[in-house]
């Protein structure tokens, strides 16, 4: 069984001396309570709950599973009574608007909590995250009475939320959509189709649910053109909240899957179910965005997590299992072998989660600002230019550190050799459960794609170009006066080439039009390895001058310098093979014709 220590130290590290969440938080007005006594008191609380009530329950969920009766689901053993201490607590609308019943804190703030809910028990969070999603929909697109009635509920955590895309013909293609919304005389719709795949569709944990879904009305033009967004309740209810009858939605049966059998994966049927439409006729699409933005910033959550909780528990079993002598000589010499911790190689794989976890922390928690400065913006300007700035980032996010976190852990499994495949250890269901990661929120190829061509080509360059002149900013600085110079050369030296390795990718693609997917992946890796160097070369000059100064802590900012180094020797100069990858020809990836894939 695995457990859960939040680490508390190192995301302090990270608000306070990294990047200032006070500073920052000054500048937006629900800043204005985050102080940084209420920050580490809100921290502190959400690692004790997510430590005692959350982590305990990751094996039962994962042993338990979901069990589906006649359209109900029943959750594991303990997820209700858990649920119901997160309601109590007010944790669901820490960073949502007071006239909703939020507590009104940055959105910075709930990505904290969601890191340690997250990463005690990712299947338990799932049910609480993807309400998020929906307020924050809501939020954005709702009327004022749609968010008075369902944000505010929703605020409450008494009623959860849902994202229904996916149906069994498309998920990364949804103009294929084909579920239904008649209009009728007093303004709803009623919604007639069947989607899959759908995280927390069906529960014991709240009174209601209420599902934000994908439909065309009738004559809607084909494609994402016509798509619109709909809330469908499971249950009716009055204006006030108070519910009535059951809605035409039913829960028709469960996936059985590899990994997060905690939170029920549901096909939900809308039989003439009742909805209304959530913004503009048709423009569900765009709408949707901001649910998948939050649910995309989300997983990318699941990858840190997947780090951490690797790292966190295969360092215990590296210290305390024995086998051979070190090469450079006996180190416990009252044992029959040496700790394996003493093997470069698990060093190694101890090394690459740690590294991943703690740049992908850092990564993150940048971000977040992001999302305070968009959510907060005072003109539409503002909004823009902080959702343009996070949406560049999203992709690289989501798909990179789910990636790295996948391979977290798949290397501490390898660090318990093979007692990591055995189910007691527990490190066989981290890897189960980060597999899906990479897959749904848009798959790593989507979202490469993404990045590739609208981020970038289609953005002309700006967002592109704005970001690399951030990372140039930090290492010609740091170059002339920082601690570690070597570091800053090496971040000038990798985005001088990426740049040069997109001017070449988009000449060749002016050639031919494959030539940007056959890179897409690799360019991808690329912008995650690069970005993830800005933020490792920045931890590296915090923790070089605090050592500088000589305060307390030594061995915090020691082993901080020590990761960096590790990260910029061992995993950064994977950019370049992946550089060599994107500038291959493409019709090393294209050239085979489809009889000749069959043929062997
Ligand atoms: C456990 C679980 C939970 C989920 N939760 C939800 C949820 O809450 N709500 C919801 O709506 N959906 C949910 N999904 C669905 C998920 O988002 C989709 O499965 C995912 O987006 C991929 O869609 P697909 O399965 O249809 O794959 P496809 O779209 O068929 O893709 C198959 C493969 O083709 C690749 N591909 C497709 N098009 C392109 C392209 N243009 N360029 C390059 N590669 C391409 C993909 O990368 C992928 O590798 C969930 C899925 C699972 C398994």
Redesign the pocket.
Known sequence: MTTYKAPVRDINFVINELLDFNAHYQTIPAGAEATPDMVEAITLEAAKFAEEVLSPLNQVGDEQGCQWNDGEVTTPEGFKEAYQMWVEGGWQGLSHPIEYGGQGLPMSMGLIKSELVGTANWSWGMYPG?SLGAMNTLYVHGTEAQKQLYLSKLCEGTWTG?????EAH????LGQMRSKAEPQADGSYKLTGS?I?????EHDLAENIIHIVLARTPGAPEGTKGISLFIVPKFNTTEDGTITDRNGVKCGSI?H?MG?HGNA?CVINFDDATGYMLGQENEGLNAMFTFMNTARIGTAIQGLAASELAYQNALPYALDRYSMRSLSGVKNPDKAGDAIIHHPDVRRMLLTARAFAEGGRAMIYDAAKYSDRMVQAESQEDRDAAENELGFLTPILKAFLTETGLESASNAMQVFGGHGFIKEHGMEQIYRDAR?AT????????QA?DLIGRKVVLDGFKLYGGFCKKLYKFGFKNLISGKRRCYSAKLIGYTLAWNWHTVKMVARASRNRDAV?AASFDFLMYSGYLSMAYYWAMMAEVAANKLAEGGEDKAFYEAKLETAEFYFSRLLPRAKGHAGCMNSSTDSVMAMSLDRFTAR
């Open positions: 993807l849902t994202m229904c895309l996916t498309c998920g990364s293609d989607k795949f759908i995280s927390a569709g996936e899957k997060i994966t899906i897959m749904y929120e848009g798959t790593t190829g989507i794609m997917g």
